[in-house]
Every structure is written in C-alpha cells, then in structure tokens.
C-alpha cells in the first residue's frame, strides 16, 4: 500500500471516528457519575438537525454550533429531571429520547423545508472548512515528514481538534482534579459522597450537562462539517458505537480515543473496498465492509471482548438517607 493512499484512509479515519469520539466521552461523563445513557443516539441526531437548520437560515456554522448544542441540553436535561431527580428508569428515559428524537426532527424539517425530511445543503460560512496548519504547504514536498503533516494532521475543521484535545482534557479532569475525585466518586459510592456534604443531585446533573454539550457537538459535527446538512437518520446508530466503544475502552478517556479510531478504520475501509482487494489479493463483500463496525458493537455489547466492569453505582438512582 503506498504511503499516499494509506494517509488518505487515516485522514478518512480520523474524520469518521471524530462523532464517535464527542459521543464516547459524553458517555463517559455522564456513566462514570451513574447515569447511564443509551439516548446519545436521539441528542446527536437532535443537535444535527436545530445546528443545519439554524446554520442554513442564518448563514452561520457558529451559530447553528450554538443552537445545536442547545438542543442536546434540552434532551440531556429531560434526561437529567427523569433519571435524577424522580429516579426514573435510566434506560427507558435514553429510549424514549431515541424515539422522540427519530421522529421530531424528521417532521419538523419538512415541515419548515418541504424536502423529504432534510434541510437544504449548506454552502459557504454555514459549514465548518478545513483548516490548514502552519507550514503544511511549505513541508508538502518533505519526504514523509511533509505528507504525514499535510495530508494527515492538517486539513481538518476546528471540531476535529477539538475532539482531539478533549480527551487528554478528560483524562486530566477525571484524574488530576478533586472535580473528577468525586465525579468518579459518585458513580462508584454515592452514599460516601453525600456524607462527606457533597451534592450527590448537583454532581449528577453537572454530568449530564457535559454530557448534553459533547453530545451536541458530535451533532453539530455531522451535519456542518462531515457532511453539508441534515438528513434523515444521519446518525447512523453512531451513538450505540459511542456506548460500544466506552464498554470497551472501560471508561477511560485514552482508551476510548483508540476505541473510537478502530471503529472510523473500520468505517473508512468500507469507503475504500479496493485498497483492501489490493492488499488481500481477493474480492471483498462491500456489504460486509459497511456492517463490521455494527458486528463488532454487537460483538463488545454481547462481552465477548473481555468483561467490563461498569460503574458499581451507575444506573441506580440514589436516595439520600435520613
């Protein structure tokens, strides 16, 4: 395989993993406190719709970011209400934002647009361009120092770095803060939190509100820079990865990077079928290709990839004792 067309895949890989990557670590948030969350799926497909809506009306990527990431609060906040604070079912709650989330946005973009369920196609300022770094022109004849940089770590819209900067953020939050001592706290012993005067409630909601943003942000990824708009489903079942690839990377930030990377591989390699023919010297079912990322979710969720041992308190709502 030339040094070329594999930049090509990796650049595609890091480009596809990004939404799953914004989604894994919202759900990292949002479990490591205990509340587990299957709706990311629903805020992800909510916030790309209101961000291609509102980015196309207004002509502005940045302020459909804006109205993308409040869409995903809203959901994350019904969420929060249900789960934490009248300690409702969690996994009926993310469901139910699924469903809500499915249907809603697909009537009201024909309602306002009239095309079928999606929003025109974003052009100009209303999309998130890539961005080229520094010196990538001048080193784009360097041997492979000068690809590497150009092809690969340049090029990308400023969410992708984003993305890419939250995880050593996450890491350093979540293990080097007394924030993330007792966010981690709360969805092991809730209990030995709340004796210790820390508001289990308040930690709780705190979660699912950065839950709520990171979710947004995949959204809003989707639909004004990894693609110019917003279409039906265009999630893709990219929240149920999300979740898949957190079990995997057992609730760590760096692990859920790799996690997130292997799955836009897989998804990449499903773009580029002749790349691989090439390489193995055989025909490759195309189809095969494009459900792999969804066999080895079904894969991760089953445990047949190494037991996971989620949060001991996640999932139960916590009642304060008097």
Request: proline share 4%; glycine share 12%; aromatic share 10%.
């Amino acid at each position: 395989m030339e040094l070329l067309t594999l930049l090509q895949i990796l650049d595609s890989t890091v480009r596809l993993a990004t939404p799953l990557l914004l989604a894994c670590l919202a759900g990292l948030y949002s479990e490591r406190a205990g509340i587990f969350d299957i709706g990311l799926e629903g805020k992800m497909l909510a916030a790309a719709f209101l961000s291609g809506a509102v980015a196309y009306t207004s002509g502005s990527a940045w302020i459909g970011l804006f109205a993308g990431l409040g869409a995903s609060l809203v959901l994350s906040t019904v969420h929060g209400v249900a789960s934490i604070t009248y300690r409702g079912n969690q996994l009926i709650s993310g469901v139910a934002i699924n469903f809500l989330a499915a249907g809603l946005t697909v009537v009201v973009a024909q309602s306002w647009f009239g095309q079928g369920g999606r929003t025109p196609q974003l052009v100009g300022d209303a999309r998130f361009e890539p961005i080229t770094l520094p010196f990538a022109e001048a080193l784009r004849e360097v041997p492979v120092i000068g690809p590497i940089y150009y092809e690969l770590v340049s090029g990308h819209t400023s969410l992708v770095y984003i993305a890419l900067l939250l995880v050593p953020l996450t890491w350093m939050l979540l293990y080097r803060t007394r924030f993330g001592l007792r966010l981690r706290a709360v969805g092991e012993n809730p209990a030995s939190v709340d004796t210790a005067g820390i508001s289990v409630i308040g930690l709780r909601y705190i979660s699912v509100i950065i839950c709520g943003l990171l979710c947004g942000l995949a959204g809003v990824y989707l639909a004004t820079a990894l693609q110019a708009g917003f279409v039906k489903d265009m999630s893709a079942g990219r929240g149920f990865i999300a979740l898949a690839a957190l079990i995997f990377a057992k609730w760590r930030p760096w692990h859920a990077l790799y996690a997130c990377l292997l799955f836009g591989f897989l998804q990449a390699m499903a773009l580029r079928p002749d790349v691989l023919e090439s390489s193995l010297g055989f025909k490759v079912n195309g189809q095969l290709l494009d459900a792999l990322p969804y066999i080895l979710t079904v894969v991760i969720l089953a445990g047949f990839v190494g037991k996971a041992i989620p949060p001991r308190a996640g999932g139960e709502p916590y009642v304060k004792e008097r």
